[in-house]
């Protein structure tokens, strides 16, 4: 990997991105595909940083991946300093060229993104106006998404805000229901997997997503200290959402 990229904490992966430090080109599929909607969330997302009221902002993506759907929001935007984090080796090395594209200074960082949060919570030294994160969160235990919630608020500045993509499970359907609910829809329309991607996916799903329900995640960042959230989009057909959390 390129000295370009700093390492902070352990670098162990987590079987959460496990899968994505292996088979980056599948996740590549589900992307090309607009299996999870990314094309529309971007798109909102894109029209949010555009209308962002400070002159200029500093942007931290947590679980950044191969940055290629992120840049596409940025190239244009008023931004003076990007960081994404991941685990990630194979997205990584795409990144380290998508995020050329990105005005401004810019930084890849590989470690675990609890890690990476925690220690900017310690060292006091580096701020963000936007914290973002796109279908990483989920990963974490419920425990472990109200820490790193509370250690994201600790490092926004006044007047900033959390971005957050992910899935969600409805209000009283058991993780074992989501999970199965999941599973058709991929089984049904994510035509361009192989068999052995289809089960990958589906085994990564089993060991590792913990998906909340919305009002778990709302009483999340209320307990965290953000003032105001809103959920600028809901997909109708896959179970995902963008919340904006204002500090
Ligand atoms: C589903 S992908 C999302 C990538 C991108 N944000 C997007 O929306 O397309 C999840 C990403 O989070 C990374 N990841 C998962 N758990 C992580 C952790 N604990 N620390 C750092 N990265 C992690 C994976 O390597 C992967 O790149």
Redesign the pocket.
């Known amino acids: 990997m390129s000295k370009d990229i700093v390492k902070i904490g352990n670098q162990t992966l987590?079987s959460?991105?496990e899968v994505?430090?292996k088979n980056w080109q599948m996740?590549q599929k589900i992307?090309k595909h607009n299996y999870i909607r990314?094309k529309e969330m971007y798109d909102i997302l894109h029209q949010f940083i555009l209308n962002y009221p400070a002159k200029s902002f500093s942007f931290l993506d947590l679980?950044?991946?191969d940055l290629s759907?992120i840049t596409p929001c940025l190239v244009d935007s008023n931004i003076y300093s990007y960081i994404g984090?991941?685990?990630?080796p194979q997205?990584l090395e795409i990144a380290q060229k998508n995020i050329t594209y990105i005005p401004g200074e810019k930084r890849l960082i590989t470690?675990?993104?609890?890690d990476v949060v925690q220690e900017l919570v310690s060292t006091k030294n580096l701020k963000f106006d936007i914290v973002f994160s796109?279908?990483?969160i989920h990963?974490l235990s419920t425990l472990d998404k109200q820490n790193l919630i509370n250690d994201i608020w600790q490092i926004l500045n006044p007047n900033s805000c959390f971005i957050f993509?992910d899935t969600f499970r409805e209000e009283g359907e058991s993780r074992d229901r989501y999970l199965a609910k999941y599973w058709q829809n991929i089984n049904k329309n994510w035509f361009s997997l192989t068999k052995d991607e289809i089960y990958l996916a589906i085994t990564h799903m089993k060991n590792c997503d913990f998906p909340e329900t919305e009002n778990t995640i709302l009483n999340q960042v209320k307990n965290a200290g953000f003032s105001k959230c809103e959920f600028i989009y809901r997909d109708q057909e896959h179970p995902g959402y963008l919340l904006v959390c204002y500090k």
């Open positions: 987590p959460s991105a994505f430090a996740y992307l990314h679980g950044c991946g759907t984090v991941d685990l990630s997205a470690g675990n993104i609890k796109s279908y990483t990963h993509i």
